[in-house]
Each structure stands twice: as structure tokens, then as C-alpha cells.
């Protein structure tokens, strides 16, 4: 379930090759009674896939998913960038999803920079966007962009979609000059309309801004999937910001982290019946490096109190409010504690829970 792991295995290529192609970063996906596909954004930024039917042996024909002409509900054109991610759903369906960028030319045939997003294209519902935004920065993909990538998706054995991505914010830019990314999700119950599970997009939330070089928290590559209906959630957290391997950067000791969560709701559009237990949810993220949210659930509105201890049991920090029934949370800041394990205690309504959590700088 994640909590121990094997040393690094050597993947070197020992296969045949089943079709060659002009642009290299394909991505491929199984699903079931032998359906295996790969696709890609070429050269000429058009999503194209091939799909085999017979576990791999063969290929059918190059087809187009997202072509120069697909538009956004604006009408303006979406232009696939390089984060492809393909994903067979629980009924088959191959999904291809992908960062993207709009552009909207006028009368006279001059264009204007107008959303980066993400868009999920299916064979049953065709192309659709899951999240976009307005930006005016022409270097979409630079040092102060607003940008999303790396999206991933992964389907529960209910139906519920989830997504989690990088998101670049304009605000965190490190020492450096590029941004800091943190991690996000987006969940659905149809794959159509996207909601933030708890009613909370970001998952790491670990602004970094301005930090120098052995500092940053950039957390990058994000890769996901189910396991009963647990979500597990690996990436990397660069301490020298930077979307890319080129030459620049300091030599830091990056690592990935791994951070398992239970999925009970997305807010405004709720998956199944609402949780109506009283329940205290592991801190995310866990290790905390700077912030953590603690997320619990309250059977019916009233007063709570959750309270911080250090391993020799002193209480280090201390919430109290009103909460309503259902999904809450508080955020707390770790910048002022070493690093160890703590534990986190709610009580309410006479009810009470206890977690663990793990502060690692």
C-alpha cells in the first residue's frame, strides 16, 4: 500500500519495435480484452493516437484527436503542448489528456494569447476542457506564467473521475526567476464537469516564493492511480526551480514523495451520499515541510478543537471554531518547529481522533 519500497529497477529495452514515429515523447495506456494505445502531440502540435487491439501485435492507422482546428467553447483555437496522458476509463473508453494553450486571432489576422488549460479528449465524449484560465503573458510558458501541467487521470471502481496536475502561479517565483509548481487535483462524476475534491484544488500548497536555490519547494512530475479507492500520489519536489533539464540549475538533492488519500467528496457536486460519520483525515501533505492541511468531518455543525503535540506530549498549537456538518479544515504552519513526528487530536460533540503526521524540512 505504499508504505515501503523496492531499490530502482533497470527498464532497459529488451523488445521489438512496433511502429516508429517522428516525435519521441508518446505516451501508452492498456485497457481491457487487448486495447493498448499510445499518443502524442507532433511536431505540428496535433494530438494523434493508434490504438491496438490485440494486445500490441498490431496497430490501426494514425487517427486525430485534437487538430489545428479543434476550438475551445469560445471558439478559439487549442494548441496541445507536450504533457501528454493516456488512460483507458472503467468502461474502455480511451482518454487523452494534455496541456494546452488558445490563441484567437481577429479580422485582422493578428493573434492574442487568451487561455492555458487542460483538456480531456475521449472516444465517447470527444474533446472537452477540464480547467483553463485567462492569462495576457505571451511567454505563457516562461519565468511568470500562469500554467498548468503534467495532468494525469485515474477513475475509482464508482465511476469517479480524478486529475491531479501542476499548476504555475505568477506569484511564486523563486530566486531564480521560474516558478514554483504545486500539485492539484479535479475530480467529476461524469468526466464533464470538474469540482475540487473537499471543495480544495491545491494539495500541496508549498509557496516557496523568492527561495533560493537548495529552497524551493517545486513540486513537479506528478503521477497518480487507484488502488481501492485510494488515490496514491507520487512527485518530484525540486529545491532549484525549473520545468525543465537544460543547463541551468544548482545541484540539489531532490526527492520524490509519495502521499496516499481517501477520496469521500467533490464539493457542489457530490460524488454519493455525503459522509455524515465524524472523521479525522491524515494531514496533507505528510512529511510537511511548511504547511499542512488538517481535514476532518463533523457529523452536524458545532464547536471543534484540535490540538498539536510534540512526542513528549506538550500540546505545541491549538484550533478552535465553529464547524459545520460535514467536510472542514484548518491549515497549520510548521515553518517554526524542527523536524519529527507530531500528532494532531480533534475533539467534538464528545467524539474524539488522533493522527500522526511527520515534519520534514
Known sequence: LGQTWNTWQDLSFDGTVGFRTDFPAQQVAAGTGGRVAVSVADSNSIQIYRISEDYGATWGNVQIAVDPYTTDPNGDTVVPYIHTHVFFDNDNYLHILNSYYSWNYNSSGDSTLVYVGIFDWSENNGFRYVTRELTSNPQWYATNALNYAWPNM???TDGIFLITYTKFDSTDIAANGYANGDICWLGSIDGVSWYPPYGVNNLTNSRTPNAIAGECEDDIYPDCAIL????????????????????????????????PGDIVGIAGKPMAKPARNFMLNQSRPNPVRHSADLSFNLPQAGEYEIKIYNVAG???????????????????NAGKVTNGIYFYKLTSGGNSATRKLVVLK
Not at 519536489?237 to 541551468?248: E, P, V
Not at 506538550?314 to 497549520?332: D, M, R, T
Open 154 to 156: 485515474v477513475q475509482r
Open 228 to 259: 481501492n479507492d485510494t488515490l496514491h500520489l507520487i512527485w518530484l519536489i525540486s529545491l532549484d526551480a525549473g520545468q525543465a533539464f537544460y543547463g541551468y540549475g544548482a545541484t540539489t538533492e531532490d526527492g520524490y514523495w509519495h502521499w
Open 314 to 332: 506538550q500540546s505545541i498549537k491549538e484550533f478552535k471554531g465553529q464547524g459545520q456538518a460535514g467536510i472542514n479544515s484548518v491549515s497549520w
